[in-house]
């Protein structure tokens, strides 16, 4: 089965830090290119950072230069680096990837969310 495990989510208070994990729980298959979204309550699900498959980053204006999405040299564990929180950045942030499972005689793609993890940023 393919899936995302998200972790890292918390409490803090408002300047603080926090990171995030997303990893690809699957033996064999690896995460090709990622996003995490966030959803406040009462607000629609929105883009926040985004890794593509050769490495480039692109991030939503609003968390730009706090914000750090990364993925480790296996390609198996995505992070953001989440810097200076402020209160506006409560949410539920959720992991989005491309997962690829390759044998020798094919190639698999799955688009796959993570269950979810709550980032509490007090004033």
């Known amino acids: 089965q393919v899936q995302l495990v998200e972790s890292g989510g918390g409490w803090v208070q408002s300047g603080g830090s926090l990171r995030l994990s997303c990893a690809d729980s699957?033996?064999?298959?690896?995460?090709?290119?990622a996003n995490w979204f966030r959803q406040a309550p009462g607000k629609e699900r929105e883009l926040v950072a985004t890794?593509?498959?050769?490495?480039?980053?692109s991030y939503a204006d609003f968390v730009k230069g706090r914000f750090t999405i990364s993925r480790d040299a296996h390609k198996v564990t995505v992070y953001l680096q989440m810097n200076n929180l402020k209160p506006e950045d409560t949410a539920v942030y959720y992991c989005?990837?491309?997962?690829?499972?390759?044998?020798?005689?094919?190639?698999?793609?799955?688009?796959?969310w993570g269950q979810g993890t709550q980032v509490t940023v007090a004033t």
């Open positions: 890794i593509s498959s050769g490495g480039t980053t």
């Open positions: 989005n990837a491309r997962i690829v499972v390759a044998t020798i005689e094919r190639r698999n793609e799955y688009d796959v």
């Open positions: 699957r033996r064999g298959s690896s995460i090709d290119a």
